[in-house]
């Protein structure tokens, strides 16, 4: 029995609802990996999320304005956690000038300029020396910020983000975690415009899953 012609065009258009739909939806084991076991997270009744990142990776200079504007506009149960990976022992240098801006306050202001400044200007912001002339003529004390570089606590906290790059399954940059459960990537997810949009399903998941 042949259907109606409203009938069948419904029934199309449903059909291609669904599949718009199931397209779109976050597959396992190749949009985000689940952790097993998952992380614990340090955010209480707040949703975390952890993004890894590399100064010296392009991708990541692309995704760090859509990053921001995205907590910008996120809800208040929703934190945001910045964490240099640390896949390479080259990457020492550039984890080290995030946690010394970290404790000189100075992350907020200088965050997005070390990603403009080394990608578009050339300055060697990986190397010493040259963050120390960088960041003197950015307003701050470049004996104290030499002094806090090669302190104790930033080496520790260095161990640390080396710890998490291997205990969160970090596989390349940037990555983001959601919730200490999922983990996504712009190569998992085909661009940084996707990856975000990835991390609003994941958030939209880690609540279900936390019953809100």
Same mark, same amino acid.
């Given at each position: ?30 949009? =985000?990996?689940? %952790?097993?076991?998952? !992380?614990?997270?340090?955010?209480? &009744? /707040?949703?975390?999320?952890? @993004?890894?990142?590399? =100064? ?9 304005? #859509? ?9 208040? *149960? ?30 907020? /202001? ?5 990603? &403009?400044?080394?990608?578009? $200007? ?6 010493? !020396? ?5 960041? *003197?003529?950015?307003? %701050? $004390? #470049? ?7 090669? *302190? ?13 790059? !291997? ?11 959601? &919730? ?19 991390? &609003?399903?994941?958030? $939209?998941?880690?609540? #279900? @899953?936390?019953? #809100?």
């Amino acid at each position: 029995m042949m259907l109606p012609r409203n009938a069948l065009a419904a029934l199309l258009l449903t059909l291609a609802a669904a599949l718009a739909q199931a397209q779109s939806a976050p597959q396992l084991g190749r949009n =985000y990996i689940r %952790l097993d076991p998952p !992380q614990a997270v340090s955010s209480g &009744d /707040r949703i975390e999320v952890i @993004e890894f990142f590399y =100064y010296g990776c392009p991708v990541c200079y692309e995704l760090e304005p #859509k990053l921001s504007r995205w907590f910008f506009n996120a809800p208040g *149960s929703i934190t945001l956690r910045r964490v240099p990976a640390l896949s390479s022992d080259n990457w020492d240098n550039f984890a080290k000038l995030f946690y010394t801006l970290e404790a000189m306050g100075q992350v907020s /202001r200088l965050h997005w300029p070390v990603y &403009d400044n080394f990608h578009f $200007d050339g300055v060697k912001l990986n190397e010493e !020396q040259a963050m120390a002339a960088w960041v *003197s003529r950015n307003g %701050l $004390d #470049k004996q104290k910020f030499i002094d806090t570089y090669r *302190s104790p606590d930033i080496q520790a906290k260095l161990g640390r983000a080396r710890d998490m790059t !291997q205990s969160y399954e970090i596989r390349g940059v940037p990555s983001i975690v959601v &919730d200490g459960k999922f983990v996504t990537s712009a190569r998992m997810t085909g661009g940084t415009s996707e990856l975000m949009q990835m991390v &609003d399903q994941l958030v $939209d998941l880690a609540r #279900k @899953e936390r019953g #809100k």
